[in-house]
């Protein structure tokens, strides 16, 4: 958790001081007032970091499983069996024709995705799964299409 | 296959992205300062881990720490460099998202951290897409995460399931991330 708070505020600092570096000529009263706030950054961070766990509950998937999760984002099964998005939040939201569906990899795999509609697969059977190490295949796309 | 851009292109360009994405971006030159700066944020593990020898590290791994990108110092290519600065350039969109939530998960679990790079990594995924029309190569994906992150391998076997579904969007031409789509807008603008 030390680690934590002084990554946190060294991070803080240093975008502090860019700030005050274009802003102000002279950096030095702006400066001190930021450290003012470490005190106050470290218990407010402490509790904030004492209170809230890192990872939700496991939801017992396959790891390496993929799906379409709830709110139509691609999801991988972690090896702690949780469900991750891909970061990109709803497929919708990136295009008019984007879904998240089915589909296959430039690499030969097939998993979930957002994707065109055009590239949907046909959803595997579900006691099929999607186990990337079953589907993976060393002879897939070697290099950029 | 999109348009090869000069010099002074690419270089407007990672002044364009730089800005945008209010990032510093500084040459890695000192390896002791490096690893001093490591050293305090309490992942030197991270860092030695993944450090094949120092002149590697200084020459060819780019580290980001907060808004500051520490560029390596043997990519001299500005195509080379510009697609690896998408990769940090995610890491620093996502620090300014949430500065202490950001550090606290990358710190604080390999699975988040292995997500988190594998989220940059996509932002370089999209970067190279746009500007070379070519993917990552398959051991590239495959490998993503065993170098330099100090993740385990489930923990690497998901950012590596995740760079792979991101590599399954681009290649069909969706463009999800900040990044990207800050490449797709510039282009469109300058070049023709």
């Known amino acids: 958790m030390l680690s934590i708070l002084v990554a946190s505020l060294w991070l803080t600092a240093v975008g502090h001081a860019r700030a005050v570096s274009v802003a102000l000529p ?8 930021t450290l003012g706030w470490v005190p106050a950054g470290l218990v407010l961070l402490a509790l904030t970091l004492g209170c809230t766990p890192l990872l939700g509950p496991v939801d017992g998937c396959p790891p390496r499983a993929t799906r379409c999760g709830p709110r139509g984002t691609a999801q991988a099964c972690s090896g702690t069996g949780r469900w991750h998005d891909d970061g990109t ?5 990136l ?19 957002c994707v065109p509609r055009s590239a ?8 099929a799964g999607t186990d990337a190490s079953s589907t993976m295949s060393e ?3 070697s290099d950029a299409p | 296959m999109p348009r090869e851009l000069t010099r002074s292109e690419l270089q407007a360009l990672e002044d364009f992205l730089v800005k945008r994405f209010r990032a510093i971006v500084v040459a890695k030159t000192d390896l002791m300062v490096m690893q001093a700066v490591a050293l305090a944020f309490g992942v030197i593990g991270l860092f030695v881990s993944g450090l094949p020898s120092s002149t590697d590290f200084l020459s060819r791994w780019a580290t980001t720490l907060g808004p500051v990108v520490w560029m390596p110092t043997g990519e001299r290519d500005p195509l080379g460099r510009l697609i690896l600065l998408g990769h940090e350039l995610g890491h620093v969109a996502d620090w300014w998202a949430d500065p202490v939530g950001y550090v606290r998960r990358y710190v604080g679990s390999t699975e988040l951290r292995a997500k988190a790079e594998a989220q940059a990594e996509r932002r370089r995924i999209e970067v190279q897409f746009l500007l070379t029309g070519t993917l990552p190569t398959v051991s590239e994906v495959r490998t993503f995460c065993e170098h330099g992150y100090a ?3 489930e923990a690497a076997d998901l950012g590596e399931d995740l760079v792979e579904m991101a590599a399954t969007s681009t290649s069909a031409g969706v463009i999800a991330t900040d990044v990207g789509q800050a490449v797709r807008d510039w282009l469109r603008e300058h070049v023709s």
């Open chain 1, 26 to 33: 002279r950096p030095v009263a702006p400066i001190a007032r």
């Open chain 1, 89 to 93: 939040g709803p497929c919708a939201q």
């Open chain 1, 95 to 113: 295009g008019p024709d984007v879904t998240c569906c089915y589909t296959r990899s430039p690499y030969g795999r097939e998993l979930h995705a």
């Open chain 1, 120 to 127: 949907c697969l046909p959803e595997p059977p579900a006691d």
């Open chain 1, 139 to 141: 002879g897939g796309v």
């Open chain 2, 151 to 153: 993740v385990p391998i």
